[in-house]
Each structure stands twice: as structure tokens, then as C-alpha cells.
């Protein structure tokens, strides 16, 4: 089972960019970044299948976040632009076995430790 080890989260204020790495420790198959606010649910902010030929985005994420997979590197992005304050929150890279876009947090077996992001006004 794939370690996985996030990177790149911080402080930033809004309107700007953070891009945040997930190295893996082997091969995987589907992969997506998650976020948790204090007080709500997880929920998956963007998820990329095994070849990164197909993508899926909250309605939240959508124009402004990128997600990308190096499969040579063992690495996925989350690259975040236009940055709000409703974007704080911890977020989670996360693994599952299908080689497909998944979006639920129990389809997903495999989580790393989280990055803080954090987005002033």
C-alpha cells in the first residue's frame, strides 16, 4: 500500500496561488485531493484517474483549481489559483484501488497526513 506525503500548503492571502505535491511511495491508480473546514465535512475538492486523461472538480474548485499527476515522478498537483478565504482548510491527498474518477471519501483507502492551507481577506 502507497505512502502518501503531502507538501506545499501555507499561508497566502486571497486572489492568490498555492500548488500543493503529493509524493507516493509507489504506484497508484486513482488519486484526489480533499479538504476539511473546522465544523464541516471532508469533501473532495478534485480527483484524477489512473492516466490523468479524465478529471473531476467540486463546483467550488471549478476554473480555478488544476489537478495534475506525473506518474514518472510518483507526484500529484493541486495547483490553486484565485485563492478565497472559504478555501481554508486542511487538505488531504487520498489513493483508491479503480482506475477511475472517485469522489467519495469511503471509496477512498489510502490518506496522507494534510497540508494547512490558509487564506486571509
Known amino acids: 500500500q502507497a505512502q502518501l506525503v503531502e507538501s506545499g500548503g501555507g499561508w497566502v492571502q486571497a486572489g492568490g496561488s498555492l500548488r500543493l505535491s503529493c509524493a507516493t511511495s509507489?504506484?497508484?491508480?486513482?488519486m484526489g485531493w480533499f479538504r476539511q473546514a473546522p465544523g464541516k465535512e471532508r469533501e473532495c475538492v478534485a480527483s484524477i484517474n489512473w492516466s490523468g486523461s479524465a478529471t473531476y472538480y467540486t463546483d467550488s474548485a471549478k476554473g480555478r483549481f488544476t489537478i495534475s499527476r506525473d506518474n514518472a515522478k510518483n507526484t500529484v498537483y493541486l495547483q490553486m489559483n484565485s485563492l478565497k478565504p472559504e478555501d481554508t482548510a486542511i487538505y488531504y491527498c487520498?489513493?483508491?484501488?479503480?482506475?477511475?474518477?472517485?469522489?467519495?471519501?469511503?471509496?477512498?483507502?489510502?490518506w496522507g497526513q494534510g497540508t494547512q492551507v490558509t487564506v486571509s481577506s
Open positions: 487520498a489513493a483508491h484501488r479503480s482506475f477511475n474518477i472517485r469522489t467519495l471519501v469511503n471509496e477512498y483507502d489510502t
Open positions: 509507489g504506484r497508484t491508480n486513482g
